[in-house]
Nanobody
Framework: QLHLVESGGGSVQYGGSLRLSCTTS????????IGWFRQAPGKEHEGVSC????????YYADSVKGRFTIYRDNAKNTVYLQMNSLEPEDTAVYYC???????????????????????WGQGTQVTVSS
């Protein structure tokens, strides 16, 4: 399993922006499908976005389409989640996760199911006030 570290969370007002980072050491994140999930109090994990290893394809939940962007910086071994036009409903703990299936499956595509991911970060809090 990877030791993933998230950063970049914080408190912003409605309409603000934050950029979350997910990184690790000793492993190349580009070999893994990377997902961002969030969990608000009393709610289940929600798949927010993911990026596939093999072709860079991305997924976004309907609730964040057009506002969030996921991308890799391989030179920094980091996956980012740029979050714009934040809303109070985006308030949650955000987690990044890694899916190692691309290491054994050639055309593995990232997904929104948390069960597909085998390494998780500790989470970073995002709070959006109205």
């Amino acid at each position: 399993q990877l030791h993933l570290v998230e950063s970049g969370g914080g408190s912003v007002q409605y309409g603000g922006s934050l950029r979350l980072s997910c990184t690790t050491s000793g492993f190349t994140l580009d070999y893994y499908n990377i997902g961002w999930f969030r969990q608000a109090p009393g709610k289940e994990h929600e798949g927010v976005s993911c990026i596939s290893s093999n072709d860079g394809s991305t997924y976004y939940a309907d609730s964040v389409k057009g506002r969030f962007t996921i991308y890799r910086d391989n030179a920094k071994n980091t996956v980012y989640l740029q979050m714009n036009s934040l809303e109070p409903e985006d308030t949650a703990v955000y987690y990044c996760a890694a899916d190692s299936s691309p290491l054994v499956i050639v055309n593995s595509i990232c997904g929104e199911d948390p069960d597909e991911y085998d390494s998780w970060g500790q989470g970073t809090q995002v709070t959006v006030s109205s």
